[in-house]
């Protein structure tokens, strides 16, 4: 049974920082790709980041550039994403999400390549 289960979200202050996981489990993991998406209210689910398996690249959306970190650790099957320099519009139900395909610049944040989801944290930002 795939799992993925995200946790380490809540109400922070601005400029604060959070540190989210999403812990897996039911595939291989070592051979897929996690992201990390978002969902404000009223808004669409975007892309924040995204780490391939193998080479491990990295990537992540403009607005998040310089402020969040994304890491893998393929002995724990976990997935980290770091986040510092909190603002308020960063407000929203992170989720992770797995894919079995090679990630690039013009795919990984798009929704539809990605296989399985967890249920999403909710990180609030405000003061």
């Known amino acids: 049974q795939v799992q993925l289960v995200e946790s380490g979200g809540g109400l922070v202050q601005p400029g604060g920082s959070l540190r989210l996981s999403c812990a897996t489990s039911?595939?291989?993991?070592?051979?897929?790709?996690i992201g990390w998406f978002r969902q404000a209210p009223g808004k669409e689910r975007e892309g924040v980041s995204c780490?391939?398996?193998?080479?491990?690249?990295?990537y992540y959306a403009d607005s998040v550039k310089g402020r969040f970190t994304i890491s893998r650790d393929n002995a724990k099957n976990t997935v980290y994403l770091q986040m510092t320099s909190l603002k308020p519009e960063d407000t929203a139900v992170y989720y992770c999400?797995?894919?079995?395909?090679?990630?690039?610049?013009?795919?990984?944040?798009?929704?539809?390549?990605?296989?399985?989801w967890g249920q999403g944290t909710q990180v609030t930002v405000s003061s």
């Open positions: 999400a797995a894919s079995g395909l090679k990630m690039f610049e013009r795919s990984w944040s798009r929704a539809i390549e990605y296989d399985y």
């Open positions: 039911g595939f291989p993991f070592d051979s897929h790709a």
């Open positions: 780490v391939t398996y193998g080479r491990e690249n990295t």
